[in-house]
């Protein structure tokens, strides 16, 4: 039973305990611009899964008509359990370890990969208007992680090695992330770059 609802209610219940999360910080006295940054970005993350999956929605709609299947709504509302998850992660250890710039990385790459994966998509699915669903709150995570990186570089906050080794973490986290959400759904990931490629040269 208990599965059962979490399952149902994953978008719901992450958006609870993200809501939990950015009242705690408010409970935390004076906070460092990482740990503002990452605030903004923890709700960011909440809008952005609502704005991606129910108002308006239509995000996993669309990749699901491209590769031509058609999951149950439990399936479709389970598979935002491991987004959950990481959007959890990337909201709480960065606010933890803000002295850390590569953890710092990590979460500013996230936001650009939103940024970028939502903009392509416009082409991808060859949208009648210059919008996919979620985009809104990606471009405002993409400008959060250019001033999370920009305030990381004026104050000479970050080693090489953190903006190398950031990146390869979070798009190795991302790489994870959406190949579980795509067996969840029933897609090989394997099949994906063929399947992109497909819909990308598809006429509209």
């Known amino acids: 039973m208990m599965t ?23 409970m935390q006295g004076e906070l460092t611009m990482v740990q503002k940054l990452v605030v903004v970005d923890a709700f960011l993350f909440i809008l952005h899964e609502w704005e991606e999956g129910h108002y308006p929605g239509g995000f996993l709609k669309l990749i699901t008509e491209m ?14 359990i491991p987004a959950g998850i990481l ?20 979460v500013a ?13 416009i ?27 920009a305030y990381l570089i004026t104050n000479h906050l970050g080693q090489w090695q ?6 390869i973490i979070m798009f190795l986290c991302f790489g994870l992330l959406q190949k579980t ?14 399947m992109v490629k497909k819909q990308w040269n598809r006429k509209p």
């Open 162 to 167: 953190d903006y190398v080794f950031g990146p």
């Open 67 to 80: 590769v031509q299947i058609d999951p149950s709504d439990d399936i479709k509302r389970a598979s935002r």
């Open 123 to 149: 082409r991808l699915f060859h949208m009648k208007s210059f919008y996919t669903p979620g985009a809104v709150t990606a471009w405002l995570e993409l400008v959060v992680s250019g001033l999370m990186i």
């Open 181 to 194: 959400m795509t067996l969840m759904v029933g897609i090989n990931y394997s099949d994906m770059p063929k």
């Open 4 to 26: 059962k609802f979490i399952k149902h209610y994953a978008l719901e219940i992450y958006t609870v305990l993200a809501m939990s999360f950015i009242i705690w910080t408010a």
């Open 87 to 106: 959007l959890l992660l990337l909201s709480i250890v960065p606010f933890v370890f803000h002295d850390v710039p590569m953890i710092t990385m990590i």
């Open 109 to 121: 790459t996230f936001g650009i990969i939103e940024g970028v994966v939502h903009t392509m998509g």
